[in-house]
């Protein structure tokens, strides 16, 4: 009798653990859907790419990315959004999926406060003020007293209306009181190639894109936006450097799933990919690309969405864009 009551009291102890343990397996027992809202190659991709390798290590399991590009990311955030809330299917999401779009259509298919369930950041840029190594500045200053002197004659090319090129722009040119050109364009290659020749003054764009053009001599950084210069150009002051500290933008990237993602899938996605990006190995595979990698809890990605969502439509509507 003795040996029956202890037998019983050692299952009453191990049974629950044993239960909490099988459910943790059952969530990483199946293949992961990545879904990445650009075409193969590009920085997001390459980012992703990493990213699924990293946690098909991780979780033992094939993690499947599908590459879903085109109508300002909402064809790939719909395609995330069919899908079961059951944490096996996770979306590349950006500072346009979740906050600028708001600003660019009248009437999204989803909503990027509510419909979202948020994983973590994974990484930002800041845009690099570069101008075509002809132009005969050679910091802000000089730019915006040449800007002065040429009133609504000086251009900047961007990626379209309301992208974050855009956006820069447009702030750039209210805190320094100039009239400057938006010209826009349906690529960085394009818009590159017209600021290099000096058909358009200048361009904040992304590490990746500027920084080899300006080590070939094409192109001359003057700047970075927001209050830290950037690790890839340490010599490059930032906006808020020279006096320019509305100019804050950075562009962001984090995961997300859909909303009622069991808590449980969340937080093991979270501490899987933080444990992930955050290790040498991985940053140093992207130390090229100019981008700050930086993970975070869900409830502190979920914040910067809110704030971004409540910032830049307003914005975008004062600078003209009109929706879709």
């Not at 037998?7 to 239960?19: E, Q």
């Not at 906050?99 to 994983?119: E, R």
């Not at 009181?177 to 361009?203: E, F, W």
């Amino acid at each position: 009798m003795n040996s029956l009551l202890k037998a019983l009291l050692v299952c009453s102890l191990v049974l629950p653990g044993v239960s909490l343990a099988q459910d943790t397996a059952k969530y990483t027992d199946k293949p992961l859907r990545f879904i990445v809202p650009y075409p193969p190659g590009g920085l997001g991709d390459t980012f992703s790419r990493l990213l699924a390798d990293g946690l098909q290590k991780k979780r033992n399991q094939p993690v499947i990315v599908e590459n879903k590009p085109g109508a300002s990311q909402i064809i790939g955030m719909e395609n995330m959004l069919r899908a079961p809330a059951d944490g096996y299917t996770v979306f590349l999401g950006s500072m346009t999926s979740l906050a600028t779009n708001l600003g660019s259509f009248k009437k999204l298919s989803y909503d990027p406060v509510t419909d979202v369930a948020p994983i973590t950041t994974l990484f930002s840029t800041p845009l690099f003020l570069a101008v075509s190594s002809d132009v005969p500045v050679k910091n802000v200053k000089e730019l915006v007293d040449f800007a002065k002197s040429k009133s609504g004659e000086l251009s900047y090319a961007s990626l379209g209306m309301g992208s974050s090129l855009h956006l820069a722009g447009e702030l750039f040119a209210q805190e320094g009181g100039i009239d400057l050109l938006h010209v826009p364009y349906k690529g960085s290659v394009p818009a590159l190639t017209d600021v290099m020749s000096g058909v358009v003054t200048m361009i904040f764009d992304g590490g990746s894109t500027v920084i080899p053009q300006a080590q070939a001599g094409k192109l001359r950084i003057l700047a970075v936006t927001g209050d830290q210069r950037s690790d890839s150009l340490k010599d490059v002051p930032s906006m808020d450097e020279v006096g320019f500290s509305s100019v804050d933008i950075r562009v962001w990237w984090g995961l997300i799933a859909r909303a009622g993602t069991p808590a449980n899938a969340i937080d093991q996605l979270s501490k899987d990919v933080n444990s992930i990006i955050s290790s040498p190995d991985f940053v140093a595979s992207l130390s090229s690309t100019g981008i700050a990698i930086k993970g975070s809890t869900p409830e502190e990605f979920s914040a910067l969405i809110k704030k971004e969502a409540g910032r830049w439509p307003g914005f975008m509507k004062q600078v003209g864009v009109v929706p879709q």
